[in-house]
């Protein structure tokens, strides 16, 4: 089955250190997202991607980085800017197609931690 | 990008019948507007999309006024299995581009 796959499902990073979530997907979906989640609150996009080797900040990008290489991958990396990366992270992806909107498949997301 | 409004919670009894509204007062011309579903540590899951009047499927049925500056979400015979939290987006891949924006989303409880 056609899916997009957040590993991994729990991840903890100790202070200073940059850790990586990994998103990939085998829809042939063109664009990829990456949102994060505080608990009781709604979805906030982090990164998102249209095509292969382009890639644009969202709302809350500081302290996170992303590549496109392929377009079945988009990785999220946490880096060690980021002073309160505890949150639900989440990956999306969308068919590009002709014409009308179309919705987003997620992952099932990875629970950051700090130890 | 057109701002949603939803409300921030609701509650129910399970058999009846779930209406959540949405606002979208700034909607463009070529906007849909597409609900989703999450429950806890889990991704949101598409329920259902629209553009205008009436729309239903095997979940929910989706009703847009003709101004379109509005729209409902409709759920019918709710089950505890029905407890999450409910998003009403609206934006266009031809008009915002592929960003898109969620806001706080409905939590919807429902009790036995």
């Known amino acids: 089955d056609g899916g997009i796959t957040q590993s991994p499902k729990y991840l903890f990073r100790k202070e200073g250190q940059n850790v990586t979530l990994s998103c990939e997907q085998n829809?042939?979906?063109?664009?990829m997202y990456w949102y994060r989640q505080d608990p009781g609150q709604g979805l906030r996009l982090i990164y998102y991607?249209?095509?292969?080797?382009?890639?644009q900040k969202g709302d809350i990008a500081e302290g996170y980085s992303v590549s496109r290489e392929k377009k079945e991958s988009f990785p999220l990396t946490v880096t060690s800017a980021q002073k309160n990366p505890t949150a639900f992270y989440l990956c999306?992806?969308?068919?590009?197609?002709?014409?009308?909107?179309?919705?987003?498949?997620f992952g099932d997301g990875t629970r950051l931690s700090i130890l | 990008l057109a701002k949603t409004t939803q409300p921030i919670s609701m509650d129910s009894y399970e058999g009846q019948e779930v209406n959540i509204t949405c606002s979208h007062n700034?909607?463009?011309?070529?906007?849909?507007i597409t609900w989703y579903q999450q429950f806890p540590s889990q991704g949101p899951r598409f329920i259902i999309q629209?553009?205008?009047t009436k729309v239903t499927n095997e979940v929910a049925s989706l009703f847009i006024p003709a101004d379109r500056k509005s729209s409902t979400l409709s759920l019918p015979r709710v089950s505890l299995s029905d407890t999450a939290v409910y998003y009403c987006?609206?934006?266009?891949?031809?008009?915002?581009?592929?960003?898109?924006?969620f806001g706080a989303g409905t939590r919807l409880f429902v009790k036995a």
């Open positions: 999306a992806s969308i068919k590009r197609q002709g014409g009308g909107n179309q919705p987003q498949h």
């Open positions: 829809l042939n979906h063109d664009a």
């Open positions: 991607s249209q095509i292969v080797n382009d890639f």
């Open positions: 700034n909607i463009a011309t070529n906007d849909y």
């Open positions: 629209g553009y205008k």
């Open positions: 987006l609206v934006g266009s891949l031809n008009t915002g581009g592929f960003k898109t924006i």
